[in-house]
């Protein structure tokens, strides 16, 4: 029997471990740290769905609506990185976008801008994860 508890025993610590490392929303909002690949665009800011009027010139992101939830990442700190050039910004979640993909975000034409582009090239290729709540930049 003690055999079969150890057996049951590593079996439950591959679970839990294996389990772990995959990204869940909790009440809508997503884990921190991990890494998503996505497209980003650019918007004209102004009242967001987390209820703040923001400007062209402020570096805030809209998350799409498929992870949007109730808001509760409003305010979050980002990280984004240009796969296409390595230069790395940080935005404000602050609205939600309609039209992007679960992991694609919508940046305001500074953020955009700031990442290496020009807002004619239009769309960049991404990757981004939420910072720790209490960060800022």
């Given at each position: 029997?003690?055999?079969?508890a150890a057996?049951?025993?590593?079996?439950?610590?591959?679970?839990?471990?294996?389990?772990?490392?995959?990204?869940m929303a909790?009440?809508?909002?997503?884990?921190?740290?991990?890494?998503?690949?996505?497209?980003?665009?650019?918007?004209?800011?102004?009242?967001?769905?987390?209820?703040?009027?923001?400007?062209?010139?402020?570096?805030?992101?809209?998350?799409?609506?498929?992870?949007?939830?109730?808001?509760?990442?409003?305010?979050?700190?980002?990280?984004?990185?240009?796969?296409?050039n390595g230069?790395?910004?940080?935005?404000?979640?602050?609205?939600?976008?309609?039209?992007?993909?679960?992991?694609?975000?919508?940046?305001?034409?500074?953020?955009?801008?700031?990442?290496?582009?020009?807002?004619?090239?239009?769309?960049?290729?991404?990757?981004?994860?939420?910072?720790?709540?209490?960060?800022?930049?």
């Amino acid at each position: 029997m003690s055999r079969f508890a150890a057996v049951v025993s590593i079996a439950l610590c591959a679970f839990i471990s294996a389990t772990s490392a995959l990204p869940m929303a909790v009440n809508g909002t997503l884990s921190k740290r991990v890494t998503h690949d996505g497209r980003a665009t650019h918007y004209e800011t102004g009242l967001g769905a987390c209820g703040y009027r923001d400007d062209d010139s402020d570096p805030v992101v809209a998350i799409s609506h498929l992870i949007y939830g109730g808001g509760g990442n409003c305010n979050q700190w980002m990280q984004i990185t240009n796969t296409a050039n390595g230069k790395t910004q940080y935005g404000k979640t602050r609205d939600k976008c309609e039209g992007c993909g679960e992991y694609d975000i919508d940046l305001s034409p500074s953020l955009f801008e700031s990442l290496g582009a020009d807002l004619s090239q239009g769309v960049l290729q991404v990757e981004w994860h939420f910072m720790n709540k209490d960060w800022s930049p």
